[in-house]
């Protein structure tokens, strides 16, 4: 399976997208810091994911949720709006 993750920070409640085949993996290495992108950015929470069978639909997905109309959408679903 290919997972699109989204993790909040918890120190300036914003959010970072990312791609993955072992969620529960990816998400640890996070947590411990271990990811460069969000090291500086910890504690997180995941907040929202997204599960797909096909990496290349998954990829596109991610893409999706990075800029555009389906980040605004994403975003306000995510602040309740």
Not at 22 to 27: A, C, M
């Amino acid at each position: 399976m290919f997972y699109i993750y989204v993790l909040e920070s918890k120190k300036d409640k914003r959010y970072y997208i990312g791609f993955t085949i072992d969620l529960k993996k990816r998400f640890k290495e996070h947590i411990l810091g271990k990811v460069k992108a969000t090291f500086y950015r910890r504690p997180l929470g995941l907040v929202y994911y997204e599960c797909y069978k096909n990496r290349k639909i998954a990829q596109k997905r991610e893409r999706q949720l990075k800029s555009g109309k389906a980040h605004i959408a994403l975003v306000k679903r995510l602040r309740g709006g």
